[in-house]
């Protein structure tokens, strides 16, 4: 009875050996995005493996969005994206980027392609950034100012071309 009690605490122990040892580590997060406080940093490639920091873009305002080709919601809000990256491109007080969040890389650049869009998509592979910016669904949308403080959220859909979003961005980039 001994005996067979050694041989079952061994197997399990040994089980309990394999599964925590399979279990892939994840960094732990020790920044989340909150608005008011300063924008955690990133940097992520494009699909052109260009990298982007965030830090590299202070002194602008920042507009970042998460999205996905398979989002009904993202779809929506594209157009007005790329009307807000057509009249701002030129501008040196505002940077736009995209991340996309939970999607085929392919699928996405060919669906920025098919529809003309030419803002910058960022992939986030282990949706790390994503994670730290708390991301639960999309699209969601960050404004950051000058200074790398988040001032501005959005969870869903929003008409970035209209007069009161880019109301906002004017007066965080007058600032």
């Known amino acids: 009875m001994k005996g067979k009690l050694i041989i079952l605490s061994v197997i399990l122990l040994a089980g309990l050996l394999i599964i925590v040892t399979s279990i ?3 960094e732990p997060l020790r920044v989340r995005a909150a ?17 982007w920091r965030l830090s ?24 007005s994206i790329q009307n807000l990256f057509n009249s701002t491109k030129d501008s040196k007080g505002f940077r736009m980027v995209s991340i996309l969040y939970r999607d085929e890389p392919q699928k996405a650049l060919n669906y920025m392609k ?3 869009y030419s803002f910058p998509v960022l992939l986030d ?51």
């Open 24 to 26: 892939k580590r994840q």
């Open 35 to 51: 608005v008011g406080l300063k924008a955690p940093e990133f940097e992520l490639k494009d699909a052109n493996g260009r990298g």
């Open 56 to 79: 590299e873009l202070k002194g602008s305002v920042v507009f970042i969005n998460f999205w996905a080709s398979w989002c009904p919601p993202c779809r929506e809000e594209m157009p």
């Open 114 to 116: 098919e529809n003309n």
């Open 125 to 175: 592979p282990d949706n790390r950034v994503s994670r730290m910016y708390g991301i639960i669904g999309v699209p969601e949308t960050f404004i950051i100012d000058k200074k790398g403080i988040l001032r501005e959220k959005r969870v869903g859909p929003a008409r970035w071309d209209s007069p009161q979003a880019m109301g906002v961005i004017k007066n965080l980039m007058n600032e």
